[in-house]
């Protein structure tokens, strides 16, 4: 199996440095950049061209899914992983709306963050549970 490359991009240094440090532990994970905001997440990865993409918009000035499209425009084989704190169900459609093929609540990353990269870099969605009712109803409306 090849090695995936991943950049993280959160404005903040503490989620970061736990993405970091979760990932480091993964032979096959290797984390290749750092971006604290959606001009050097955008730069970074159109440079980098990593596999997996991490990344909280919550510190992107106005719509920060909308940061999603432009990032595949310059990147378009990197595949995206939204985290955050919280967000709902509207912004989780927004975002996978726009590209990404996942979101990871930041309270689970200890839990799931190796799984969600390893499972996105195969091509996987990783969305919650919750979510999936929602999603075969927006592609098949009334079918869910």
């Known amino acids: 199996m090849l090695l995936t490359t991943v ?6 240094k503490a989620g970061r440095a736990t993405c970091q440090r979760l990932l ?4 096959k994970i290797k984390v290749v950049g750092e971006a604290r905001c959606g001009l050097e997440a955008m730069t970074a990865a159109a440079k980098l061209k990593p596999r997996v ?5 919550s510190g992107v000035e106005g719509e920060g899914v909308y940061l999603v499209s ?16 919280r967000a709902s169900d509207a912004d989780i459609l927004d975002a996978l709306s726009q590209g990404a093929l996942g979101y990871l609540a ?7 963050l190796t ?3 390893r499972a ?9 549970r919750r979510m999936v ?3 075969i109803d927006q592609l098949a409306p009334g079918q869910a």
């Not at 950049?7 to 903040?12: K, Q, T, V």
Request: aromatic share 6%; proline share 8%.
């Open 70 to 85: 432009t990032i595949l425009e310059k990147s378009p084989k990197t595949r995206i992983i939204l985290l955050s704190e």
């Open 133 to 135: 009712g929602r999603l």
């Open 53 to 57: 993409l991490l990344l909280d918009p």
């Open 120 to 128: 996105v870099a195969a091509g996987e969605a990783w969305v919650p």
């Open 24 to 27: 480091q532990l993964e032979k």
């Open 7 to 12: 950049l993280i991009a959160d404005f903040e």
């Open 115 to 117: 799984k969600a990269v």
């Open 106 to 112: 930041k309270p689970a990353l200890a839990s799931y």
